[in-house]
């Protein structure tokens, strides 16, 4: 039998609270924030009140990205441009070439957890925010 290591509501939740506490700090400064599994499922979701639409998705789609790379979307983006490939080369309508997620990796075994995605702000803001959220999940 297997035991696969997963992330928990405690951990999802501590993420969450801990990256909207910061974000709040400025509200005129809207984002949105995805979690997923290591199957790029989500697991929690929040936007700001005022965030556009595009942001909305793209968070998501950010941490699937790098749930399913197992690798920080800045880091996948620029493995594919190294190779000279795009995202479209693979075939995967989900996936994205930009920076703002962070994956999520077992301390132990780098077994990849999920992934935390943020869009709204700048690239780095971004990543700067899903680090946050990795951080208080204790990994």
């Given at each position: ?6 992330l928990s509501l405690d ?56 749930a399913m790379s197992g ?28 920076q703002g997620a962070v ?37």
């Open positions: 039998m297997y035991e696969k290591p997963m951990q999802t939740r501590k993420a969450m609270d801990a990256m909207l506490d910061k974000a709040t700090q400025e509200p005129n400064r809207p984002v949105a924030i995805a979690i997923v599994d290591d199957g790029g499922n989500l697991l929690s979701y929040a936007r700001m009140d005022g965030c556009r639409a595009n942001p909305q998705t793209f968070a998501i789609r950010k941490a699937y990205t790098s690798a920080d979307s800045a880091v996948y983006a620029e493995r594919l441009q190294s190779q000279g490939r795009s995202v479209s080369d693979m075939g995967n309508p989900n996936l994205v070439s930009a994956v999520a990796l077992h301390p132990e075994s780098g077994a990849v957890l999920g992934a935390i995605g943020v869009s709204g702000l700048s690239s780095q803001e971004d990543e700067d925010l899903a680090r946050l959220g990795v951080q208080s999940m204790g990994l």
